[in-house]
């Protein structure tokens, strides 16, 4: 019952002295972010030295109770890393339990370290801090997979597979080619982390609750002592902004979807019917029934992962989308799913990059696999363009004519005696062998970005010179 409760309860010491009695056990535990939010112990920290430093350079506390302040954040950021903190959910959030802890360990000076600021830029800054160290190992575990997928292409620039349009065969291409189509969606995705850190990297500490402070505070100061290009500029968007974190979640579900379709072709290629590669080991787990069995456990989980991502995205758009101007507690929701989408995008890069590094291409296969299915129609009617000076929509009637042939006769269109293409059409020579098969196919197309394996190696070479 609330009543009796609120008898064994002491008010919160932060702000105790509006309130005659502590919160109800519910009340504790719909508001406590401790459980979550003790993931910001260093950023936090890193923001009230920040803060009680330009406090002391700009004459609003002693010298002594700044040091006093830093010297017992340090010994707190020690205490929590050797594991020999003890968070409190009374104290509700990572911000109070530090503040708290000061208090014990230096006495009444921890009191002055909250002058000029509020918990809500507080939390602004550490959140920003944290996503923006994400954004940073992101940026670097995609350059991982990009090194990773430049391998693979140059080794297999020249290696011919089908490619598919609506999962049919429809051109010979390359599986280097094929592997810098991934290059580039992956390039793409870090661009866009490097314009969120440059989008984020304004300091919030100094909005204070909303509206600025009083006190002459140097909020360059603190930018600078934190790492940030320079403040923020309007202290009520300071403090009810979380662009930064959606701008994380939206670059994290680009990037799921991404991964996931790599992973799902990882799925089909890997099937015995495609078999064109084989996963390692150390990427695959069996079955505890059939022993013949070898599952991409990992490419599905990739893919299921990034179910996971886009509902953070979703949670917290939704989350923003009605609160008013400035600060609502609503919005210490945004931890949960940034942290959640974070690990998931973590785990899901580095076992595509795993994955992608390990694996065996059966080059016979697909080669075999890129020959059928009339993959070089459109080579023979390129050829009777080009040789025989037809119109590109007859020559593409003459062609269809071949592949009904080649069909009903159950062969290859490379297959079909000359006297066959001859009735079809009589300008057709020998010549045209030539064209038909998978490896003139790549060759000839050298069109920019192209599948030629010179084209490959170009567009290898832009990349590594990037990476
Ligand atoms: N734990 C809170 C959060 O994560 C900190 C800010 C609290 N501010 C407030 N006005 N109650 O959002």
């Not at 931890?335 to 580095?350: G, M, P, T």
């Amino acid at each position: 019952m609330a009543e009796s409760n609120t008898d064994t309860k002491s008010s919160n010491q932060m702000w105790g002295g509006r309130f005659a009695s502590g919160p109800d056990a519910i009340m504790e535990e719909i508001n406590a972010s401790i459980g979550f939010d003790k993931k910001l112990f260093a950023q936090d920290i890193r923001g009230s030295v920040a803060h009680a430093t330009m406090l002391a350079h700009q004459g609003i506390i002693s010298p002594d109770d700044k040091d006093k302040i830093v010297h017992g954040l340090n010994t707190i950021l020690s205490e929590i890393e050797s594991g020999n903190f003890e968070f409190s959910r009374r104290l509700e959030d990572i911000h109070m339990n530090i503040e708290a802890r000061l208090a014990t360990l230096i006495g009444p000076a921890a009191g002055r370290l909250h002058t000029a600021r509020s918990r809500n830029d507080q939390v602004a800054l550490d959140f920003r801090l944290w996503v923006k160290e994400e954004l940073e190992k992101t940026e670097k575990m995609l350059t991982g997979l990009i090194a990773a997928f430049l391998d693979r292409a140059e080794e297999h620039a020249e290696s011919v597979m089908p490619g598919f349009t609506h999962l049919q065969t429809a051109q010979p291409v390359t599986f280097g080619h094929h592997c810098m189509a991934y290059v580039e969606m992956f390039g793409r995705d870090r661009s866009r982390v490097r314009h969120a850190i440059e989008h984020l990297d304004e300091s919030p500490i100094g909005a204070a609750a909303l509206a600025g402070t009083g006190y002459p505070i140097d909020r360059h100061m603190t930018a600078k002592a934190l790492g940030f290009r320079e403040p923020t500029r309007n202290s009520i968007d300071t403090v009810s902004d979380r662009d930064f974190a959606i701008e994380f979640l939206s670059i994290a579900a680009i990037t799921g979807m991404h991964l996931s379709r790599l992973a799902e072709e990882i799925v089909i290629w890997s099937t015995p019917q495609f078999g064109f590669v084989r996963l390692s080991d150390a990427f695959s787990t069996g079955s505890s029934i059939m022993p013949q069995k070898k599952n991409p456990d990992a490419a599905e989980l990739v893919r299921a992962k990034t179910g996971r991502i886009n509902g953070s995205l979703v949670a917290l758009l939704t989350i923003m989308k009605g609160l008013p101007l400035a600060y609502s507690k609503d919005m210490q929701e945004d931890k949960e799913q940034v942290f959640d989408a974070a690990e998931s995008l973590e785990l899901a890069i580095a076992a595509m990059t795993g994955m992608v590094r390990d694996l065996t291409v059966n080059t016979a296969r697909m080669k075999a696999a890129a020959g059928s299915g009339f993959s070089t129609a459109t080579d023979l009617a390129d050829w009777l363009v080009r040789e025989a000076g037809l119109p590109f929509r007859d020559a593409h009637h003459v062609t269809g004519r071949a592949v009904a042939l080649a069909e009903s006769k159950g062969c290859d269109l490379a297959e079909l005696p000359l006297a066959d293409l001859q009735a079809i059409h009589p300008d057709i020579t020998d010549k045209v062998y030539d064209v038909l098969t998978v490896e003139a196919s790549v060759a000839s197309r050298k069109s920019f970005g192209g599948t030629a394996p010179s084209e490959v190696r170009r567009q290898i070479a832009f990349w590594r010179a990037r990476n």
